[in-house]
């Protein structure tokens, strides 16, 4: 399984961005997926999230109201809507997929409920 994500790049503060990720295995839409950030000097965080059947999503404080997560079983792809972005958006974004079918653990996921990740996609927001 490879998660090729894409769409990051620069971006003024107030702004807007999508970054996708495409699975290209052929069991997308039995995974639950998730998007990840580390920004420099920080650790990696869980931004938000989604069950495989698109029932429940997750959303970090930081980021309520301003993400929005989807998928798209059709295209084997999961992307992340940013809005009203922030200078401390700033991060490589990642999506992983969960490390097993039908399992989802939203809030309380550790990087190692994921065992599959994409390259990252960078953001950058300017002030």
């Known amino acids: 399984v490879q998660l090729q994500a894409s769409g990051g790049g620069l971006v003024q503060a107030g702004g807007s961005l999508r970054v996708s990720c495409v699975d290209s295995g052929r069991t997308f839409s039995r995974y639950s997926m998730g998007w990840w950030r580390q920004a420099p000097g920080k650790g990696r965080e869980l931004v938000t999230a989604i069950k495989w059947d698109g029932g429940r999503t997750y959303y970090d404080d930081s980021v309520k109201g301003r993400f929005a997560i989807s998928r798209d079983d059709a295209k084997n792809t999961v992307y992340l809507h940013m809005n009203s972005l922030k200078p401390e958006d700033t991060a490589v974004y990642y999506c992983?997929?969960?490390?097993?079918?039908?399992?989802?653990?939203?809030?309380?996921?550790?990087?190692?409920?994921?065992?599959?990740w994409g390259q990252g996609t960078l953001v950058t927001v300017s002030s």
């Open positions: 992983a997929r969960s490390k097993a079918p039908y399992y989802y653990t939203a809030g309380g996921s550790a990087e190692t409920d994921f065992s599959s």
